[in-house]
């Protein structure tokens, strides 16, 4: 573990000058950011954008006064843009291992400041280790939202990470990042290999194994926001990885106590009134669960409490109750694992 973590602070504090020195394009993103992200973006020093290796656009809607913990905030691109977003009554920890990173970090404070118009910043850094967040002078559930961009990958005990960010959060809180998967379990000559770790491509987890961390740290019903198929475009890395396909996915892991293993439905509605600056028209919860402005939209169980036990309740008009199960809310993909006999004839219990 020690090796992988001098390997990362090497790749990332000495190998990569700027994002132009990256062999592939997973520690890029690809989507194009909405506009206001770009609009902060434009406030960030070039400095700081330069040293930019992430691979998906980390920052949720609804951010304004909340505190948010960075993990593996490298020059500090992530928490500049939430700095700008959350405003002057917000705050934001960014947490980084490789020292040279840290610097530029914290080098640009004073400009963003002065560029926010903030009387003063709203923005720290602390070196430290994402898999030791235990360690670090963090206060257990203390954070609205964890955001980590590309990072989780390069981790060797990604149960850990999960685990703390999940101690980390108050509850309704939620852990939104980006990352890179893969679609099986990445080969132990390949975890090895220097050059495809630092990469994103060789630590990236297989997606039901991730699935099955963010359950066991406590994050009941992982929802996928995104994703993108990421081609590598290095002709000898890809020789090198054969055949195997990798993502890039951004996740909502939310920490609401209550919530069901599958999507259950008690016959619920809701209406979004509007209210996010970011989402005026519609808000979006995740790849299949967009809430046209003013539409009542039937709702599984679980999708009424991540809206109901968070910061969007103030945006949402909430129907119906918990007194009856209609069984498995189908809307969410859900179907009954058995069926009648084919000609609908009940069978014997014996």
Known sequence: MNAIHEEVKEYYGETLQSSEDLQTNACCTISKPPKHILEALKLVSDEVQAKYY???LTIPSAIKGMRILDLG??????CYIAGYLVG???HVVGVDMTQEQIDVANDNIEYHREAFGYKKSNVEFIKGNIETLDQLDLEEGSFDIIISNCVLNLAADKQKVLNDAFKLLKPGGEMYFSDV?????????????KVLWGECLSGALYWNDFLNFAKKAGFTD???VSDAVITVENEELQEIIGDINFYSVTYRLMKI???ESDCEDYGQAV???GGVPEEPFGLTLDDHHYFPKGKMITVCGNSYKMLHDTRFKEFFEFHGTWDTHYGIFEGCGGNMPFSESADGEAGSCC
């Open 257 to 259: 106590d209550g919530l």
């Open 88 to 90: 002057e009554t917000g």
């Open 271 to 273: 209406v979004y009134k």
């Open 54 to 56: 992430g691979c998906g």
């Open 73 to 78: 905030s490298g020059s500090g691109r992530d």
């Open 181 to 193: 998967y893969s679609d099986r379990r990445i080969p132990m000559d390949l975890q090895k290999n």
């Open 222 to 224: 992982p929802r996928a």
